[in-house]
């Protein structure tokens, strides 16, 4: 049925301001469930024929929803037998941290599941991204003081190995594990500040700054003799 300009315009128009009943109707296709019952109010739903079982017609005319199938992930903390996980996407990600897959110019460590678990016995924390069940990114998550005179002299959460699967890239999962893990902080309380460390040549910067993130300093690091001499960007952000 070819429909006029007009039409689609109204169509469309009918999904404004209506984000959280797209992400109703998003979960429940996910789900299995009868997700039309989300439909209620809705203009133009007589247009179409209702289906056996289904509360309204299954119409989606105009509707956005690419950003509501990127289920968000949820952060749930690791234990040791988490360590092989752990350890495979953190290598995973530094070894892809650049379009070249398989490349970086950075040496890699080999982070191993016992190099994991041994950090959890020295106090570092680490959290998993889940989504839909499956393991997909994971955090490290210290505390520090090294750095203090950026964050009006408190001891600060500093984030490190933020990893997310190749696979799952450029997909709003990055931001999505920073800003869970933010959540789960604040409502721990203990600090005030978050605070990671970043290599500028790697092009993030501008990705921390959105996520409110604020360039402190900058120092001249290398990680090993005869690798790549290069800049670290310190950032900050208060919780």
Do not use: C
């Not at 299954?58 to 350890?87: C, E, H, T």
């Not at 996407?89 to 379009?99: D, G, K, S, Y």
């Not at 070249?100 to 998993?128: H, I």
């Amino acid at each position: 049925m070819l429909l006029s300009d007009d039409k689609i315009k109204a169509l469309v128009s009918r999904w404004e301001n209506q984000e959280e009943r797209l992400q109703k109707i998003a979960d429940s296709v996910v789900k299995g469930e009868d997700w039309t019952i989300h439909l209620e109010g809705l203009p133009y739903l007589n247009d179409l024929e209702t289906l056996p079982g289904d509360k309204y017609p299954r119409d989606l005319r105009g509707a956005n929803l690419r950003r509501y199938f990127q289920p968000k992930p949820s952060i749930v903390p690791a234990s040791s037998d988490d360590a092989p996980n752990i350890s495979y996407i953190i290598r995973e990600a530094m070894l892809n941290n650049t379009p070249l897959r398989g490349y970086s110019p950075f040496p890699v460590p080999n982070l191993t599941a016992d190099d994991v678990a041994m950090a959890m016995e020295r106090g570092s924390r680490f959290f998993m991204a889940m989504q839909l069940g499956k393991v997909i990114g994971a955090v490290q998550v210290d505390i520090g003081d090294q750095l203090k005179h950026n964050t009006n002299n408190e001891s600060y959460y500093e984030i490190t190995n933020v990893s997310t699967l190749p696979a799952y890239r450029h997909q709003g999962i990055g931001g999505g594990i920073i800003r869970e893990t933010e959540k789960f902080l604040r409502q721990e309380g203990k600090h005030r500040w978050i605070l990671i460390k970043i290599i500028a040549e790697l092009g993030f910067e501008d990705y921390y700054r959105r996520l409110g993130f604020e360039k402190k300093e900058v120092y001249q690091k290398q990680l090993s003799k005869g690798s790549p001499v290069y800049l670290e960007i310190v950032m900050t952000k208060k919780l």
